[in-house]
């Protein structure tokens, strides 16, 4: 998910721990305007692709993630594929 970070202007932040997660989106990158509605198109693209996360933070502009505990590198890895290929669709990637 860092990765992804590094080259997708709307995540702002990764944090959490183990099979908590959260991925902060940002409309910009230095005011930190919270982009709630891209974190709402993404939870029901992701969703619409067979993963299911939610939104949360007093802005509800932060993806959630809790996989539950059967979670395999392969589920990770779908996952992470996933939410790339519909950042991609949504145009944030950074030009490098």
Partial sequence: ?????????????????????GIELVR????LEPADK???QIVNSMKENGILISRDGPNHNVLKIKPPMVLTRENALFLAE???KILALGKYRIDK
Avoid at 3 to 21: A, M, P, Q, T
Avoid at 28 to 31: A, G, N
């Fill in 82 to 84: 996933t939410l790339e």
């Fill in 38 to 40: 891209e974190a709402s």
């Fill in 28 to 31: 910009d990158l230095e005011s």
């Fill in 1 to 21: 998910l860092n990765e992804l970070k590094e080259n997708y202007s709307i995540i702002g932040d990764v944090r959490g721990h183990g099979l908590f997660l």
